[in-house]
């Protein structure tokens, strides 16, 4: 876009930035400034509220961008994120909803310290929280790098880089000014935005080929340069062995992670009861069903309309195939509609990354300040011990120091699909969060030793898995192209590192000198079951 289209974009793109800024100011008002409301916002959502919010933090830039775009590109096998991002609920339904309400406070490590010596495994499960945080943060900024340069009329580095710097400084002012309940409204507008444009795609998409899908599908095939190969397995993930362990290991890791990220834990912790938490992943789970179910058809139109050449061409990760095919949809380039409708699309592509790295920066900056700071003022024998700044003060510095560190590892990552980055988040997540919180909710047994070794166990091989992996090192499209020091072959790291975490928790427990404390987790128990005692 040039000219006088491309400065109405850019208005239409402000305006819906203005917006969201706007309510993060308002709810921000409304604010106590304690611990509890900046991390909690009170425990006052519904579940229909809370159950939106959920959706608003986990359909992230990976889910809008970052999927569509490798349907485009990949077809059949390009589906594999939409079906992992969307059964990973059911685990968090059946498994952690109601006893992670139950027994926590504001962080997971809260779960986990509840039954074991509370300042060690505070420090290891704290700082795997913001190890998963950061990585999660740079997914959503190498979206909107990409989404923001199309708007101003290319893809040059310099562009991509400014946007990761502005994201990053609107994600500190809206953490430091809103906390959580202001965090919370952003996200359910956001919710409303993302589910309202996509079904508005996918209606034109629909009407393109006059509601016959397999006329959108033969299409599609035919203009990804792949033929039918484009809609049968093995596109993407087919070949050697390497590719299909890497198929195993990115669905072990989308299915697994969504229940050990710590910001999408933290929202539990929102609503008065653990009633209204399983009610609100019900509504989560139906809303991001549908939402998955409108990407398939998004990824197909984008490689039937656009063209998996032009999407190809235009960002090399696909993150642009969405942005792209509304510009087609609404008349093409150099019309006032497509203009229009690429704009709102680009708005609520970025009012979505900008909720989701919210509420990622809001609970890392809650973990630093309530378990690794905390743990670290606290005296060795449990005591208060002295401290210099209350959490609510180390929560909003933390915000800058977390923030920095992800834009700055956006800026080497920026050539890399968003889906993907987002897929090592999760790896990581499955990797160290889940086995610990497995074990402290269902092991008898389970000691502090088996706690710390989980969680290093499984995040230390997976955080060096993924250094030594193609994706920093050895393939044209990795951090640094022009360096070779891999050694481990496979892209994700979770079919190796998740039994790992697993396997330690379970070492350390039978090797600890110390017997299991019986009465905590009986404690622990009766709690997570029937919330007696639950805050």
């Keep these: 876009m040039t000219g006088d289209h491309q400065t109405l974009a850019l208005l239409l793109f402000s305006a819906?930035?203005?917006?969201?800024?706007?309510?993060?100011?308002?709810?921000?008002?409304?604010?106590?400034?304690?611990?509890?409301?900046?991390?909690?916002?009170?425990r006052l959502f519904s579940p229909m509220e809370n159950g939106f919010a959920l959706s608003g933090d986990y359909l992230s830039a990976a889910s809008f961008l970052g999927v569509s775009g490798l349907i485009a590109l990949n077809g059949y096998d390009g589906m594999l994120y939409s079906v992992g991002f969307l059964v990973a609920w059911l685990v968090v339904l059946l498994l952690v909803a109601e006893l992670v309400r139950n027994c926590g406070r504001f962080t997971l490590a809260d779960v986990v310290a509840a039954r074991m010596g509370e300042r060690r495994v505070r420090t290891a499960v704290g700082a795997s929280s913001v190890t998963v945080s950061v990585l999660y943060l740079v997914a959503q900024m190498v979206g909107a790098g990409s989404l923001v340069s199309l708007l101003l009329g290319g893809t040059g580095d310099a562009a991509r880089s400014w946007t990761v710097l502005g994201v990053g400084a609107l994600m500190v002012v809206h953490v430091a000014l809103g906390g959580m309940r202001a965090t919370t409204w952003i996200q359910i507008v956001k919710a409303v935005l993302l589910l309202a444009g996509a079904l508005a795609l996918t209606v034109l998409v629909l009407l393109r080929f006059h509601g016959d899908f397999s006329a959108l599908l033969t299409t599609a095939a035919e203009r990804s340069g792949h033929g039918r190969d484009f809609l049968a397995p093995g596109l993407g993930h087919g070949g050697d062995w390497t590719a299909r362990a890497d198929f195993i290991s990115?669905?072990?890791?989308?299915?697994?992670?969504?229940?050990?990220?710590?910001?999408?834990?933290?929202?539990?912790?929102?609503?008065?009861?653990a009633g209204s938490a399983r009610r609100s992943v019900v509504w989560s789970i139906g809303l991001i069903g549908g939402f998955y179910l409108m990407t398939i058809v998004l990824g197909f139109g984008a490689a039937a309309i656009v063209g998996s050449d032009a999407v190809r061409a235009s960002d090399p990760a696909g993150n642009t195939a969405v942005p792209l095919l509304a510009l087609d949809?609404?008349?093409?380039?150099?019309?006032?509609?497509?203009?229009?409708?690429?704009?709102?699309?680009?708005?609520?592509?970025?009012?979505?990354?900008?909720?989701?790295?919210?509420?990622?920066?809001?609970?890392?900056?809650?973990?630093?300040?309530?378990?690794?700071?905390?743990?670290?003022?606290?005296?060795?024998?449990?005591?208060?011990?002295?401290?210099?700044?209350?959490?609510?003060?180390?929560?909003?510095?933390?915000?800058?120091?977390?923030?920095?560190?992800?834009?700055?590892?956006?800026?080497?990552?920026r050539d890399l699909n968003v889906a993907f980055l987002v897929g090592l988040a999760f790896a990581v997540a499955a990797s160290a969060n889940l086995p610990v919180l497995l074990y402290s909710l269902f092991w008898r047994r389970f000691t502090t030793r088996g706690a710390v070794w989980s969680v290093y166990g499984g995040l230390v091989p997976a955080v060096l898995l993924v250094a030594l992996s193609p994706v920093v090192s050895g393939s044209p499209d990795a951090l640094f192209p022009g360096a070779d020091f891999h050694v481990f072959p496979l892209r994700n790291p979770g079919v190796v590192s998740i039994p790992l975490g697993f396997l330690a928790g379970w070492l350390g427990t039978v090797t600890s000198p110390e017997p299991p404390d019986e009465a905590k987790h009986a404690e622990t128990e009766v709690r997570a079951l029937t919330g007696a005692g639950a805050v």
């Design 329 to 413: 949809l609404g008349g093409g380039a150099g019309s006032t509609g497509g203009t229009v409708l690429l704009a709102v699309v680009a708005a609520v592509a970025f009012a979505t990354i900008l909720a989701v790295v919210a509420g990622i920066t809001l609970a890392s900056s809650t973990s630093v300040a309530h378990d690794l700071y905390t743990s670290y003022t606290r005296g060795r024998d449990g005591g208060a011990g002295r401290r210099r700044y209350g959490e609510v003060a180390v929560a909003r510095i933390s915000t800058v120091v977390v923030g920095g560190t992800a834009v700055g590892l956006a800026l080497l990552a």
């Design 16 to 42: 819906f930035v203005a917006v969201t800024l706007a309510i993060t100011t308002r709810a921000g008002r409304r604010r106590r400034g304690s611990a509890e409301e900046s991390s909690t916002g009170g």
């Design 250 to 273: 990115l669905g072990l890791a989308l299915v697994l992670g969504t229940a050990g990220l710590p910001h999408l834990l933290a929202r539990f912790s929102t609503v008065p009861t």
